[in-house]
């Protein structure tokens, strides 16, 4: 998986221990491009300190069974590691930045806190390097289900799309692009990383927009 200017090929080209950026109802996905902004304390220096070192942030949800007035939440088992590509300083403390998705992440074991951010030691599996960046190889079984899908979410919300974009964007990135952009919440969302390949995230979407779709009356609030 390549991110930026750097090839991540296998485990080993990880360090032992990441930052961790907690952040419910965000998600980011091997090969996609998650903006944030960075104003809070901790999160300035975790940016800082990423990119002093290797340029790696976990992408994290707490868990939604903790409390949300917890000061410290316990986390989703699963993330995704992004490398920060470009950032860009406000003038007055904080920071814009982008990062690019690599591959998921699970926790092993969380270390302490270093100036105020958590961190983690972590797993990946093989498959997961494997998986993500706009490999054009990576066929869906039912494209056609997934942008039928895509037409009456946003008809039913007033919506459009440019339709000669979306016929050209290859499998992977057409669903990766769609997952980070849908607006459901933080258990929906985790339900969309979790997915084990393409066809599944494809699916797990196509199910959930159906369900919001129902729910609402054929419509779905953007967040």
């Known amino acids: 998986m390549k991110a930026g200017n750097a090839e991540y090929l296998a485990v080993l080209d990880f360090p ?22 960075i104003f809070e304390p901790r999160y300035l220096a975790m940016t800082e300190h990423a990119l002093a070192t290797d340029r790696l942030i976990g992408m994290i949800q707490p868990d939604p069974a903790s409390n949300p007035g917890d000061a410290r939440p316990a986390l989703c088992k699963m993330g ?17 930045i982008n990062l690019t998705g690599i591959c998921r992440f699970s926790i092993e074991k969380e270390e302490p806190p270093l100036n105020g951010f958590r961190q983690v030691r972590f797993t990946i599996s093989e498959s997961d390097l494997d998986f993500g960046g706009g490999d054009e190889t990576v066929k869906l079984d039912d494209r056609e289900g997934l942008i039928d899908t895509l037409r009456k979410y946003l008809a039913a919300n007033g919506m459009d ?15 990766t692009a769609l997952c980070m952009m849908s607006p459901y919440g933080p258990a929906e969302k985790q339900a969309l990383l979790e997915a084990d390949d393409l066809n599944t995230r494809a699916e797990t979407l196509i199910a959930i927009t159906e369900i919001a779709m129902a729910r609402d009356g054929g419509s779905t609030a953007i967040q």
């Not at 032992?16 to 907690?22: A, G, K, N, R």
């Not at 980011?28 to 903006?35: E, K, R, S, V």
């Not at 799309?161 to 669903?175: G, K, R, S, Y």
């Open 80 to 96: 995704c590691i992004g490398r920060l590509t470009a950032f860009q300083e406000s003038g007055d403390g904080r920071y814009a």
């Open 161 to 175: 799309a440019n339709w000669e974009a979306v016929e050209q964007t290859d499998d992977e990135m057409l669903v």
């Open 16 to 37: 032992d221990v990441i930052p961790v950026f907690p952040l419910a109802g965000a998600l980011l996905l091997p090969g996609g491009n998650l903006p944030l902004n």
